[in-house]
């Protein structure tokens, strides 16, 4: 066997038994431990698959972004004594799961058994066009262009997402601030680490943003790198959250999704929703994907963050 | 293969190694506190040696800044992050905060 | 080269399928957080050199945005197990 491909199965069987343990543990935290490596190791399955930019997604939520929020939900329901396993559900309930699990697992394999053999899907009509949509990294051309009406709805699901979780705030507690005050020891370890991570972090996410119309990267791997330094300026105690009640937070959330809808109407007076010709996309395409960044960052931060627990 | 491919192979060699040895240290060490000595060693030595390798075979000044930054931050992580988890375990006897729930 | 490449992935993937089960046995939870940084590590170790088989530039990006994100759960992990929840190891010592 060569060993790229001894590689790929020994991989592929890791990458299962840590699924397998994160779903089947017992203990919570471990659950949660297996699940941070589960995401790192599906990034190295989607490099192996030759899907950088996709790697790059999963390295920057499964990897990272998840995994502050699990653990973070495990310490509140540690805190509240709540991490006992709960009584499981009747066999019946279990039965009923396992199945609707097999038979989606075999829709999946039939589906990909019985893709055309040559596997060149819409590969070939997404590089014959993608000089009409003014950029030229064929992922990026087809989140934003061709099937940008896709984008749209997520960056909008997303949105929703925030408010939804922000519908759960008490009322005495409305247009507070999320989560504990977080603080540090001044000029320890944690408070160092705050300081200096940041500025390469956002380093990090405008080369990934910049990056994302030419080669692999793009809004939302930059959003969610973006996402993360704010979680850790917040864990360090350099920065509290914003309040949910800011103009300015509101303004920053909707922005990237109103931009877009914009365009898409500006493009429909044009003749087609969210159509632009070549010349002109390129150019709105990246400024919508800036935009897009701070707002999907603004969205996940918060949505990490949880409901409003304190006024002041 | 040429002298670069020799260098930059014992170097990925060098660095696999220490990640093993610093593997072998988080199982087998005793307690929290000498298995993160161990631990730390893979971060800065393995992955010192890894990018060392990977950054000749590159050969090219952008990959290898690229490569540079990815060590800098994971030596930074692992200093704090062994820092911070060595004071979190210190003075928690093992049934108390660091010990699993129904334990 | 490439071979050899594969090889010393398949070699890290060893460390990595090592540290999972310190992750499984802990016994404390800062022993399952170690497992699962070293892991970290290694999938950073994994990404620079699957970039350097594939001499694919963008392929060093996964490993740096792991590098820079893989210390996070690490830092959260800290913070849940301080004293409020909200605090910071080195104020409680």
């Known amino acids: 066997m060569?060993?790229?491909?001894?590689?790929?199965?020994?991989?592929?069987?890791?990458?299962?038994v840590a699924a397998l343990s994160a779903v089947a543990g017992r203990d919570l935290f471990a659950s949660v431990a297996f699940y941070i490596v589960y995401g790192i190791l599906i990034a190295l399955a989607w490099m192996r698959l030759g899907a950088?930019?996709?790697a790059l997604a999963e390295a920057a939520i499964?990897?990272?972004?998840?995994?502050?929020?699990?653990?973070?939900a495990w310490s509140q329901l540690h805190r509240k004594g709540a991490t006992e396993t709960p009584p499981g559900p009747s066999s019946a309930a279990r039965l009923l799961a396992a199945g609707a699990s097999a038979s989606v697992a075999v829709l999946?394999?039939?589906?990909?058994?019985?893709?055309?053999?040559?596997?060149?899907?819409l590969a070939p009509a997404v590089r014959e066009n993608v000089a009409e949509s003014g950029v030229s990294n064929p992922v990026t051309a087809v989140l934003l262009n061709f099937r940008a009406y896709d984008t749209l709805m997520e960056t909008i699901v997303l949105a929703v997402a925030l408010a939804a979780v922000w519908s759960l705030t008490r009322d005495e507690l409305w247009g507070g601030i999320p989560g504990l005050r977080q603080h540090a020891r001044d000029g320890g370890v944690l408070a160092t680490f705050g300081r200096l991570l940041p500025p390469l972090g956002l380093l990090v996410g405008v080369y990934l943003v910049w990056a994302g119309s030419s080669m692999p990267g793009g809004a939302f791997q930059a959003a969610t790198v973006l996402a993360a330094v704010w979680l850790l300026l917040v864990m360090s105690g350099a920065m509290d959250e914003p309040a949910i009640g800011s103009t300015a937070i509101r303004l920053t959330i909707v922005a990237g999704p109103a931009l877009f809808l914009a365009y898409g109407t500006g493009g429909a007076f044009l003749g087609t929703f969210l159509g632009f010709p070549a010349d002109v996309a390129g150019m709105l395409i990246v400024a919508i994907e800036y935009v897009l960044t701070v707002s999907i960052a603004a969205t996940l931060a918060l949505?990490?963050?949880?409901?409003?627990?304190?006024?002041? | 293969m040429n002298v670069a491919d020799w260098l930059s192979a014992l170097s990925i060699l060098v660095g696999v190694a220490f990640f093993i040895a610093g593997t072998a240290g988080l199982l087998r060490f005793p307690d929290v506190h000498s298995r993160l000595h161990a631990l730390t060693k893979a971060d800065n030595l393995g992955l010192g040696f890894i990018s060392l390798g990977v950054a000749i075979r590159m050969a090219e000044p952008w990959s290898i800044a690229k490569i540079l930054v990815v060590w800098m931050l994971t030596v930074l992580a692992a200093a704090t992050v062994a820092q911070l988890i060595a004071r979190a375990a210190l003075g928690t006897a093992p049934e108390e905060a660091g010990a699993d729930d129904h334990r | 080269m490439d071979e050899f490449l594969y090889l010393a992935c398949i070699g890290l993937l060893g460390t990595v399928a090592a540290s999972?089960?310190?992750?499984?046995?802990?016994?404390?939870?800062?022993?399952?957080?170690?497992?699962?940084?070293?892991?970290?590590?290694g999938g950073v170790a994994i990404a620079l050199v699957l970039a350097g088989a594939a001499r694919d530039a963008s392929m060093i990006d996964v490993a740096l945005v792991l590098a820079l994100l893989a210390s996070f759960a690490a830092v959260a992990f800290v913070k849940a197990t301080s004293a409020d929840g909200a605090g910071d190891p080195e104020e409680d010592g």
Request: aromatic content about 2%.
């Open chain 3, 20 to 41: 999972l089960v310190r992750v499984h046995l802990g016994p404390n939870r800062a022993d399952r957080m170690m497992g699962a940084q070293l892991i970290g590590t």
């Open chain 1, 62 to 72: 499964g990897a990272g972004l998840t995994g502050v929020l699990l653990i973070g």
């Open chain 1, 108 to 121: 999946v394999a039939v589906i990909f058994v019985g893709l055309p053999a040559d596997g060149a899907g």
């Open chain 1, 2 to 16: 060569n060993p790229a491909l001894l590689f790929d199965v020994a991989l592929a069987a890791l990458a299962v």
């Open chain 1, 303 to 312: 949505l990490v963050a949880g409901v409003p627990r304190r006024q002041e």
């Open chain 1, 52 to 54: 950088v930019d996709v």
